[in-house]
């Protein structure tokens, strides 16, 4: 398959996968989620593979849904005659939504290793979070901006990962972490220095393409099932239609229509203004500036 938003290559029983709009730090737009979904199943369906890769192109893993144009690319799943449509939102985001198309990693009987640098925040981290293993680089940022305005938790990772304490901290004020401190509270499984980021994935997906497909796919289950029984069906029910109703509330069609008036710089600065994070970071503070995976 011609992929238009990632590229796929498989390398001695790793198929790895790379999320590929750089220019626009590998926002999610149409087709990507059904490109995403296609490119897991294609891995797990194909015999050479025991292991699958996920990261990002350029300066970050992803830095969530693309709304510089006011969420227009998703016109055709979500509005009618140019106005939202609550039930039509409803059955893209909880049926066939991206959320569903991006948890065929969690689906498929083969690990997925997501390895993390740069901002991977809103979407972008909600989607990370649903691999089995997540490797980061130390300077990386993980977050949900959307728990200010404008959204809610989708794939309820945050919450199945995370204690109860910071499960409300981080839901509740939206601050990111390092690739660092989501390592110490149990988010994401490691963080080292970028230099090391490539070689550390790599040298676990070599490990765990050393054991036998049957066996990891079992371990994998079982982990699975034991998250299923905890209702994670139900919340990822849940998160979309939340996440609909966040969106088109009056406060964040002010929040939308300063993105389009003012631009998009301009209205996080006023979200974000008391927690001085994201927008508010100088140019020298943005994690990975020159830190850059290349495509090979």
């Known amino acids: 398959m011609e992929y238009q938003t990632l590229h796929m290559r498989v390398r001695d029983a790793v198929a790895t996968v790379t999320l590929n709009r750089p220019e626009r730090l590998n926002t999610i737009v149409p087709p990507m989620p059904e490109e995403f979904e296609h490119a897991m199943l294609a891995a797990a369906a194909d015999p050479d593979v025991k292991v699958v890769v996920l990261r990002g192109a350029g300066r970050s893993f992803c830095a969530g849904y693309d709304f510089a144009e006011g969420f227009h690319h998703w016109d055709d799943r979500i509005t009618t005659d140019g106005r939202w449509d609550p039930g039509k939102d409803m059955l893209s985001g909880t049926v066939v939504g991206p959320t569903a198309r991006f948890m065929s990693m969690w689906r498929i009987p083969k690990p997925v290793i997501a390895q993390v640098h740069g901002w991977c925040v809103g979407g972008g981290s909600d989607t990370a979070l649903c691999a089995d293993l997540i490797v980061a680089s130390e300077d990386a940022r993980i977050g949900t901006p959307y728990s200010r305005i404008w959204g809610a938790h989708l794939s309820g990772m945050w919450t199945y990962r995370l204690?109860?304490?910071?499960?409300?901290?981080?839901?509740?004020?939206?601050?990111?972490?390092?690739?660092?401190?989501a390592a110490a509270v149990g988010l994401i499984n490691k963080a080292v220095p970028f230099d090391r980021l490539e070689a550390e994935v790599a040298e676990l997906a070599t490990q765990l393409a050393s054991l036998p497909a049957s066996q990891l796919a079992a371990m994998k289950m079982i982990v699975n099932q034991a998250y299923e029984?905890?209702?994670?069906?139900?919340?990822?029910?849940l998160g979309p239609i939340l996440d609909g109703l966040m969106r088109n509330t009056p406060d964040a069609a002010q929040f939308i229509d300063r993105a389009a008036t003012e631009g998009v710089a301009a209205a996080t600065r006023q979200r974000d203004l008391l927690f001085a994070d994201y927008s508010r970071a100088g140019p020298h503070d943005r994690p990975n500036k020159d830190n850059v995976i290349e495509i090979d």
């Open 163 to 181: 204690p109860l304490a910071k499960a409300k901290e981080y839901a509740l004020t939206g601050k990111p972490l390092s690739g660092v401190d």
């Open 229 to 237: 029984n905890m209702g994670l069906a139900s919340t990822q029910t």
